[in-house]
DNA sequence: TATATAAGCAACCACATGGTTTCGCAAAAT
DNA sequence: ATTTTGCGAAACCATGTGGTTGCTTATATA
């Protein structure tokens, strides 16, 4: 067993897809993002912590509060992982493309 | 705490991604799949069951043979997931794009 | 200056996770 | 008929995970 952090292990927590998705559009303090889930806000700022270490998340501070920004491109690695599987699904799609073809073009005869 | 069975947890391993991307092109036994890790059997098979369980997996009896088909299908629903965001980046490279026309257009003059 | 507020850190806890070994069972091979 | 093989299930173990409470530090505000 080895420490794991990396982006998959960071989304795979529901509380941290949902604080994702909840600071995609705009930064947030750890308190304001609290106030959205059943949590403590400590509980929040592990989950934070864990979302920066994989660098999904970039901290700002100002004042005494701490605003934190989806780092939305770091996302797109898990968009890159997907493409060998997109090739697959794509590859089939265009059999079944074929398939439902030589089904018209019998039909026809 | 709950137990938690779905797609984002089975791709946190990374063992599991492994298998993933391994039988994404041919089904394959548990001890086919066995010989490409450094863990026993029976590791690889409750790594299976987990892809079974969240449905990213199924099974194929042959004699005492069990063959483990990947089910792609399953895997757009992270494709699915990540539509949100890839908005986002889409709009912010749009954002980019003006940018870059607005300082071409200011050299010109 | 005293106090309230925002946030991180540490210690603790119950349960989840990923691995192992051991076992049993059914199918294939001898 | 006996042995080998392929597999899953169960019991066990060390470590990871997600939450809590309690504390400290730094900035605002009375």
């Known amino acids: 067993m080895y420490i794991r952090r990396d982006i998959f292990q960071a989304i795979a927590d529901p509380t941290r897809r949902a604080i994702i998705t909840l600071i995609a559009f705009q930064t947030m303090t750890p308190n304001a993002i609290a106030e959205h889930f059943d949590i403590t806000r400590q509980a929040v700022s ?5 979302l920066t270490e994989c660098e999904l998340v970039k901290q700002q501070s100002e004042g005494r509060e701490i605003y934190y920004q989806l780092q939305i491109n770091k996302m797109k690695e898990i968009d890159k992982w997907l493409d060998q599987f997109r ?8 059999q079944l493309d074929t398939l ?10």
């Open 87 to 94: 090739k697959i699904w794509e590859t089939r799609y265009s």
């Open 100 to 109: 439902l073809a030589n089904i018209k073009d019998k039909k026809k005869k």
């Open 46 to 50: 592990k989950h934070l912590r864990i």
